[in-house]
């Protein structure tokens, strides 16, 4: 039997006209991946009505369509109505779920102080089934339904609000109708092998003089703010030993610039980890980074036994009044040297009270830059007891790809930091 | 002549996994929008074969078929020679491409200090063109390509990463072919109201007791960060005056509620320009949301004239240290309280030397969380010259979006201070 085949459709005019970012497309996708069924496609449709039911009557040839968005309780939602009309159902009214709707709109109502009446009219559309389809619960006013429609094959539809459907996405897992297609999928093998420092091209030429893609082996080469993440799909049973054969090519060509085998933390949950596991704690002074990369690390939770907090310095006064860095420098040198870098990196440990400090100052543009210090000049320093380090970069791309990929520099610079300091102490 | 329709067509094992967030599909969708050719879909899809070359093959019937990504050099990127057999054309190096790809990777591998020849075996890929297929130009070593392929119907195929997609966009748009479309394209017009405050429920129920959708008018409702976006497109010539009534019925409604009509500036954008109108500095001083708050100002390029900087304040000795506030207030009240927030708001201002400054304090989650502070608590205070005000908000949603909200909360909280100062001084 082939292995089941899945489609996730995402539905909203906000989305297809780029206003908006969709994060349940790549939810899906990764979860799916996760449990084996990697998406044929990931279809992003507005909420006109034909280009919806041109989309949901494709997905439903696969034996999984999982639909986000389009339950909500406005005239433009039109999920279950085209998902019953693809299928050749009917739609009726489930009493059951109106009720369940109801109580949950009053508890609403009550904690905003809004009218119930502004609920009243979505909720027996909201409690609308195609014949057939099942609840899987509630997260807000719209239930996630399941609906089996012939020969094994399961459509899903979401709610939209990404926390609502991560909220129900287990259950609809746990239905016995999805376990029977996650038991015909056969989750391939992986590898992954994360490099920052070699080019995606010099990855791909030893990947390629190794035997490469082909021969069940899908590979994939994947450059992300500086860093080049591999992963091998073992496709085919018995592939498994050309799989390891090329990750150990590519260990033994770039192996110094390998930071992550098998392993999906990010950067910055590394460097939480290595910190962690050293008993140190941390601290940033961002200048044109502007606080992303205090955003990164404390968007991993349990961050706060390591990460103390940090200065964004994006003034001269502040990275002297709040971190110390001498007057002299800053007129001497400008804001955008090797020396203030390290002086605010010194800094942060000081008036932190950290063991380690990152630091960033740069020109993200697209204004500020002159022949001397231009565009995507960034230098990146580090502080620990250890000692320290300061690095320069000139970086291509504009405000937004220059800031990333000082922020990855900034967090690779503390990881390999910690990791040499391992190595050289050993 | 009916409008003309395009698709969006982006390739990518690591986005169709979810492994990584797709850039390209909204930029494009956005920019389609705005040229008045809404897409009908923005399909992603991996670079297995057969997936790619029906996802081409469906793109093709479009007007106009744009695909972002599988350009590169390496084995897994075949959206050349896959559009090519789409189009029914063959595939040929075009050498003056191959000359220019060639002096353009001899610069790159000296930037980089790699050798030459890593680059090689990828020109003569990357210089091979679709029969009647013409480059539009180099960011990096892939051509953007576009070819027309019969009755008016144009294909475009962008480079993947970005920026490069970025840069070679506009001489897309720029060729004759693709301006012919544009010309056949009549762009809707378009009326944007956004809210902070009412529930998406209630926006509806006016827009449904005025008349809603249809009638020649597209309504879309969606809410993104307790923000409520309204757009309203006038899709058949006439119903103008009907989408003003519209527009003019919600601002009756929640008039006190609107921040912007027809602006689509992001509200750190607004905050930043308010400041900058009265000659006010800005500072943040921020707790659970560890950098987003400074991150989302200063992604605004000339954000350095207004925003001063910040202190991320995630330990309490942090708070005390670096904001001053007084640490009889944490003990006593604990570090999520409304008393201080205030006092983080208020040192930030004087600490760090701004005209306003704006505080949070929260509980993220998914740890952390008491019966009396649970999850989702978080206060949010701004103080300037004009004086100091703080709120309190219980959020739904998990960590990241509690952290997103806590941020939204708090630049609408300074922009409604400014504006509130404004009304109360004439």
């Known amino acids: 039997m082939a292995p089941p085949r899945a489609v996730v459709v995402v539905t909203g005019s906000e989305l297809?006209?780029?206003?908006?970012?969709?994060?349940?497309?790549?939810?899906?996708?990764?979860?799916?991946?996760?449990?084996?069924?990697?998406?044929?496609?990931?279809?992003?449709?507005?909420?006109?009505?034909?280009?919806?039911?041109?989309a949901l009557e494709d997905g439903l040839r696969a034996d999984l369509c999982v639909v986000s968005g389009?339950?909500?309780?406005?005239?433009?939602?039109?999920?279950?109505?085209?998902?019953?009309?693809?299928?050749?159902?009917?739609?009726?009214?489930?009493?059951?779920?109106?009720?369940?709707?109801?109580?949950f709109s009053r508890g609403v109502a009550e904690r905003l102080k809004r009218p119930f009446g502004d609920f009243l009219p979505g909720i027996r559309k909201q409690a609308s089934l195609p014949e057939g389809g099942v609840s899987l619960g509630l997260a807000g006013t719209a239930p996630a339904i399941l609906l089996e429609?012939?020969?094994?094959?399961?459509?899903?539809?979401?709610?939209?609000?990404?926390?609502?459907?991560?909220?129900?996405?287990?259950?609809?897992?746990?239905?016995?109708a999805f376990a029977e297609i996650l038991r015909r999928a056969d989750a391939p093998a992986r590898r992954s092998l994360r490099f920052f420092g070699p080019t995606e091209s010099a990855v791909a030429r030893v990947l390629d003089e190794h035997g490469g893609d082909g021969d069940g082996i899908e590979a994939t080469v994947c450059a992300r703010d500086l860093e080049i993440h591999v992963d091998l799909l073992v496709r085919r049973p018995g592939s498994e030993a050309a799989a390891a054969a090329l990750a150990e090519a590519l260990v033994?060509?770039?192996?110094?610039?390998?930071?992550?085998?098998?392993?999906e933390?990010?950067?910055?949950?590394?460097?939480?980890?290595?910190?962690?596991?050293?008993?140190?704690?941390?601290?940033?002074?961002?200048?044109?980074?502007?606080?992303?990369?205090?955003?990164?690390?404390?968007?991993?939770?349990?961050?706060?036994?390591?990460?103390?907090?940090?200065?964004?310095?994006?003034?001269?006064?502040?990275?002297?009044?709040?971190?110390?860095?001498?007057?002299?420098?800053?007129?001497?040198?400008?804001?955008?040297?090797?020396?203030?870098?390290?002086?605010?990196?010194?800094?942060?440990?000081?008036?932190?009270?950290?063991?380690?400090?990152?630091?960033?100052?740069?020109?993200?543009?697209?204004?500020?830059?002159?022949?001397?210090?231009?565009?995507?000049?960034v230098f990146v320093a580090v502080e620990s007891p250890f000692g320290g380090s300061t690095e320069r970069f000139q970086l291509p791309g504009d405000r937004e790809a220059v800031r990333a990929r000082a922020c990855a520099l900034a967090l690779h610079l503390i990881r390999r930091h910690l990791v040499a300091f391992d190595d050289s102490g050993s």
């Not at 908006?20 to 496609?41: H, I, K, S, V, W």
């Not at 389009?70 to 009720?99: K, Y």
């Not at 992303?292 to 968007?299: M, N, P, S, W, Y």
């Open 149 to 176: 429609h012939g020969d094994g094959r399961v459509a899903i539809a979401l709610p939209g609000p990404p926390a609502e459907l991560r909220r129900l996405w287990p259950n609809a897992i746990a239905h016995p």
């Open 16 to 54: 297809v006209r780029g206003d908006r970012r969709d994060l349940n497309g790549p939810f899906l996708a990764r979860d799916l991946t996760r449990l084996g069924l990697e998406p044929d496609r990931v279809v992003v449709v507005g909420d006109q009505p034909e280009e919806l039911a041109a």
């Open 252 to 263: 033994e060509a770039f192996g110094d610039d390998l930071f992550a085998t098998d392993d």
């Open 70 to 103: 389009g339950l909500g309780p406005t005239h433009d939602d039109r999920t279950v109505e085209l998902l019953a009309a693809a299928a050749g159902r009917s739609l009726a009214v489930d009493e059951d779920l109106a009720a369940e709707i109801e109580a």
């Open 265 to 377: 933390r990010p950067v910055e949950e590394i460097v939480l980890d290595l910190c962690r596991d050293r008993g140190l704690t941390l601290a940033t002074a961002e200048s044109c980074t502007g606080g992303l990369i205090g955003a990164r690390l404390t968007d991993i939770a349990g961050s706060s036994d390591v990460f103390l907090g940090g200065v964004i310095a994006y003034s001269n006064d502040v990275k002297e009044q709040q971190l110390g860095v001498p007057g002299e420098l800053l007129r001497e040198l400008g804001a955008v040297s090797a020396e203030v870098g390290a002086a605010m990196a010194a800094g942060a440990r000081k008036e932190l009270g950290a063991d380690v400090a990152i630091a960033d100052t740069g020109v993200a543009g697209p204004g500020g830059g002159t022949p001397e210090k231009p565009v995507g000049l």
